[in-house]
């Protein structure tokens, strides 16, 4: 039986409201960018945290946070910074600018009742990347998940969410969906473990629906899916899964995500994107490459699913 969840035609009316919103500039990425800027002008200048704090008569950690994106910056505060930098015309206005874009919510903020912050975070980064690659190892990823799938893997997830929550949720992902089958798509790589795709969610019609949608995505010029089988034996990320993502700025370094139940961390140092790389790119090796991909999908979806 189908689960209740699976209305497409107002799911897609709701992603069409925000495809001008999710096309955008995303306010999270000009945060971290604000923040790389300016961790760079400070270590130009020669000047330690505690001192630029001292000059300001704020607390070192003030300017930790601001470096590191974990907090945003008013106006005035970023002007009296700048004076402390002695940054002026040009690259003080392309700061202020940046900092103006950093402030503005990203149409993702509509789903906060919903969508956890840290979460949004992600999305925001999602907004921009040029790339995503990931590793899945339990669940068919978001980006590539139909309604029905979605709402029955909620339905079953100790959360306690109501059918208007997760009716809210399954737009929300919707319209994230956006990001791959839109005007501008980014390119998505996704390796999932063969126990996602064995593994019945929400009954057998559910289960067909979502392994023939893989196989439809599959085929897309951006989109590139591989299923890493058993027989493929021990691997390297067998500990969980994780996503990778690459953005079409220079100034914009790669981020890995990993998730668990109650939030996320988000790794930026090059040691890490490095191990994160390399660990996908051994995956993309052992797993089955784009046709045979369909093929077990094809045979799959044949099986006997059970009610």
Do not use: C
């Not at 700048?82 to 919510?105: M, P, S």
């Not at 975070?121 to 990347?129: H, P």
């Not at 737009?171 to 064995?198: C, H, M, S, Y």
């Amino acid at each position: 039986m189908v689960v209740p969840w699976g209305d497409l035609a107002r799911h897609t009316a709701v992603r069409d409201e925000v495809i001008g919103l999710t096309m955008g500039s995303s306010p999270t990425v000009r945060r971290r960018r604000l923040a790389s800027e300016l961790r760079r002008i400070r270590k130009e200048k020669g000047l330690t945290a505690e001192a630029v704090a001292d000059r300001l008569e704020l607390d070192p950690s003030w300017v930790s946070r601001i470096e590191t994106g974990r907090r945003g910056i008013r106006a005035i505060d970023l002007r009296a910074l700048l004076d402390v930098y002695e940054i002026h015309g040009d690259a003080r206005d392309e700061l202020l600018t940046l900092a103006r874009q950093a402030r503005q919510r990203g149409w993702w903020h509509t789903y906060g009742d919903v969508v956890p912050e840290w979460f949004q975070v992600f999305v925001g980064l999602e907004a921009e990347a040029a790339e995503v690659r990931s590793y899945h190892s339990e669940l068919i990823p978001g980006l590539l998940q139909t309604p029905e799938y979605y709402g029955a893997f909620l339905a079953t997830a100790a959360t306690g969410a109501s059918t208007e929550e997760i009716t809210r949720k399954i737009d929300f992902r919707v319209a994230r969906q956006e990001r791959v089958t839109g005007d501008n798509p980014l390119k998505l790589w996704v390796i999932v473990n063969e126990a996602a795709v064995r593994r019945p969610v929400g009954g057998a019609d559910v289960m067909r629906a979502q392994l023939q949608h893989l196989i439809e995505m599959s085929r897309r010029p951006n989109v590139t899916l591989q299923v890493l089988p058993f027989s493929a034996g021990p691997h390297p990320a067998m500990d969980g899964g994780f996503v990778s993502l690459g953005f079409p700025e220079a100034p914009d370094p790669d981020v890995v995500y990993l998730e668990n139940q109650v939030g996320a961390v988000y790794l930026e140092e090059r040691v890490a994107i490095d191990r994160y790389n390399l660990v996908f790119n051994h995956l993309r090796a052992r797993a089955l490459d784009p046709d045979q991909t369909r093929n077990l999908l094809a045979r799959v979806s044949t099986e006997g699913w059970g009610s």
